[in-house]
């Protein structure tokens, strides 16, 4: 879709990455690394700076003990963190639960490390989870199930409850949680991100992968973790040494600062994020998409069964091409492309004049109408 928009000139609020500016401090100090010569090789499993900064960030904002010597894998963002944990702890033949609609990465990952998926639904519209349905995708077979929480496409932040049926079920099959946290500064009306390796019994069965992208708009940069009990972390780092040996040395140091910028920082982002998720659903509302309000991230889903397409793959190409605004198809987001095939996803990670331009090309719809 972003080649596409590229293409026809089409504003692009299909692909999850900022248009605006990464803080200026944390530039500073990745150009600062440079000079000072941080180039070579940074330790395989990360820069002692970085997971020092990371743990001390665990222990301050959720009470997390963390030993960054021996819980923490620093990566080549979470792409890297989720594939090398799924190669590190799935037996091929193993199976892993999936909540749909799932972060396009997931499947193809389960593929590569021969894991067969077993996909529960998040219910529409509030995309809740059935428990009964879950409990049922587990039985022996079961080695991992993944989470994303703020969760890309729908938005959803899960509940605490629904967090606390996962961790009863992960303890009483013994089965591994790895929980993407990507999004969990972007939170909206008041709400606070829960770590399911926070709750009770959880800190050794669960991989929380995260990393810098989305929180300091530095996609780009490809620097993630994976942090994990000291067993699972050593399999991890095994996976991870051989696939890549490390992610980018100066971009850790400058991790390292951008770790400890001031609460304010993380304010302002949740701020301004829930300022253009309330621009973008508007200008969606009044062309005619069915919005599902987003809880956290920066996406919102919608759905698209009043323009009377027969499918979102022809309504993306409709948008791109006539209307000049680029969305996901929601069919990428399901195992059975039918079960998307009433659904867009835009982001609105963008400049407010990118909204507002966009908002103008999607008025173009109600003309049509
Ligand atoms: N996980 C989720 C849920 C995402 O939405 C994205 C990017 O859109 C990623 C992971 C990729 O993150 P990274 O840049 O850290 O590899």
Redesign the pocket.
């Known amino acids: 879709m972003s080649r596409l928009a590229a293409k026809h000139d089409a504003i692009n609020l299909a692909q999850?990455f900022p248009d605006f500016a990464a803080p200026s401090e944390i530039k500073e100090a990745a150009v600062d690394a440079v000079r000072r010569d941080v180039n070579q090789y940074a330790i395989t499993w990360g820069a002692k700076s970085f997971r020092d900064a990371l743990a001390e960030r665990y222990r301050d904002v959720y009470a997390m003990d963390v030993d960054p010597e021996l819980h923490l894998t620093v990566t080549c963002?979470?792409?890297?963190a989720?594939i090398s944990t799924m190669l590190a702890i799935v037996d091929p033949g193993d199976e892993v639960v999936v909540f749909e609609p799932f972060?396009e990465?997931y499947g193809p990952d389960a593929i590569l490390s021969g894991a067969v998926p077993r996909y529960v639904k998040l219910h529409e519209p509030d995309w809740h989870v059935d428990t009964n349905e879950l409990e049922k995708a587990f039985n022996d077979k079961t080695r991992a199930i993944i989470i994303?929480t703020p969760n890309?496409p729908t938005g959803k932040v899960y509940t605490r409850a629904e967090l606390e049926a996962i961790a009863a079920l992960c303890q009483k099959w013994d089965v591994i949680a790895i929980t993407?946290e990507?999004?969990e500064y972007i939170v909206y009306g008041g709400a606070r991100h829960v770590p399911l390796a926070s709750l009770d019994g959880m800190a050794d069965r669960t991989v929380t992968i995260n990393?810098l992208?989305?929180t300091y708009s530095v996609?780009g940069w490809?620097v993630?973790w994976a942090l994990a009990s000291e067993e699972l972390s050593s399999a991890i780092r095994k996976v991870h040494d051989f696939l890549t040996v490390g992610a980018a040395a100066p971009l850790q140091e400058a991790g390292a600062v951008a770790l400890r910028l001031p609460a304010s920082y993380y304010d302002k982002l949740r701020e301004g994020y829930e300022v253009r998720r309330d621009i973008l659903v508007k200008s969606l509302d009044q062309a005619g998409f069915r919005c599902y309000l987003p809880g956290g991230a920066y996406y919102i889903m919608t759905d698209i069964s009043g323009f009377g397409f027969p499918d979102d793959v022809s309504f993306g190409r409709h948008l791109i091409e006539k209307v000049g605004v680029a969305a996901v198809p929601g069919s990428s987001f399901y195992h059975l492309p039918e079960d998307g095939a009433q659904k867009l996803r835009f982001t609105f990670c963008k400049k407010r004049e990118t909204l507002d331009a966009a908002a103008k090309r999607l008025a173009k719809l109600t003309e049509e109408a």
Do not use: A, L
Not at 77 to 80: F, I, K, L, M
């Open positions: 999850g963002g979470s792409t890297e989720m972060y990465n994303n890309n993407d990507i999004y990393s992208s989305k996609t490809r993630g």
